[in-house]
């Protein structure tokens, strides 16, 4: 079967991070009516090659891979207390292929450097990733799933000093990372530096699932009304009791996961991603 285009996903040991986000982009185009598959490490030479984690090639290979290709970056440019260890790599891959970049305030710092090939990967609902299968018994009160520096830990603590069960993982994924969605009450996403972008690249698969989110916003913060509407946004300062209050009070959480499902449902991924291409 020919292809129209080929989702792959960069080898590396944490690349399993993207896979919904390629299933995401790989399911939608199929609704649109187009032959894709989602691979990892394999690029088709007679389609058209979406690459997420290609900033973690040496540039060199920049040459060689078909020009066509469209480079995806799911990686946070706009930073507020250091700098971004990517950038350099990112802006390069940027600057010789389409680029697809989730937040507008990335974008912004792309057009800031010269450029223009950018354009907004909104992330929506697909009914392929409403797939974890709510749990009788949920014995995690709080959980949280990724790196855990300084910022993190001191509201991971906080929370289990207040008595929650808080379950805290780097590095899991796929099954095994959803069986602990599916056990938890509360999924707690906060920023791992002082950001000013909300983490839509993670939390979509969530909304998907009809989680209780309490995300991280601030009034600087960059984030779609879209996610603003289906979390419980709170400022760094007040993570701790908005988590709490959630988990103690079974109606208020289960009013915020339907709530949040009903939102997110109605802007099918399909609609931002027939957006970005041509049929």
Same mark, same amino acid.
């Given at each position: 079967?020919? =292809? ?87 802006? @390069? ?27 907004? =990967? ?36 906080? =929370? ?45 698969? =969530? ?41 103690? @009070? ?30």
């Amino acid at each position: 079967m020919k =292809l129209d285009y080929n989702v792959c996903l960069v080898h590396f040991p944490h690349s399993m991070a993207w896979w919904e986000l390629g299933e995401l982009i790989c399911f939608s185009l199929r609704d649109l009516g187009f032959k894709v598959e989602i691979q990892h490490r394999k690029m088709e030479s007679d389609c058209r090659n979406i690459l997420l984690g290609a900033f973690l090639l040496e540039p060199e290979f920049i040459k060689k891979i078909p020009q066509n290709s469209i480079f995806i970056n799911t990686e946070q440019l706009y930073l507020d207390d250091q700098k971004s260890i990517w950038p350099s790599d990112i802006y @390069e891959w940027a600057r010789n292929f389409e680029t697809w970049d989730y937040s507008d305030k990335n974008i912004e710092k792309f057009f800031e450097h010269g450029i223009k090939n950018v354009k907004k =990967l909104g992330l929506g609902y697909q009914k392929e990733l409403n797939r974890i299968v709510s749990m009788g018994t949920q014995d995690i009160d709080v959980l949280f799933y990724g790196s855990i520096g300084d910022r993190r830990k001191k509201i991971i603590d906080d =929370l289990s000093s207040e008595g929650m069960n808080v379950k805290a993982v780097f590095g899991v994924y796929g099954k095994e990372r959803d069986d602990l969605i599916a056990r938890s009450k509360v999924i707690l996403n906060f920023h791992h530096y002082n950001s000013h972008i909300f983490e839509v690249v993670r939390v979509f698969y =969530l909304l998907s699932n009809a989680k209780a989110v309490v995300g991280e916003v601030s009034e600087s913060t960059s984030i779609d009304k879209i996610f603003l509407d289906s979390i419980k946004p709170t400022p760094y300062s007040d993570l701790v009791i908005a988590c709490k209050k959630l988990v103690n @009070e079974d109606s208020e959480r289960h009013f915020l996961e339907n709530k949040g499902f009903e939102t997110f449902s109605k802007f099918p991924q399909s609609n931002y991603t027939t957006q970005l291409i041509e049929k």
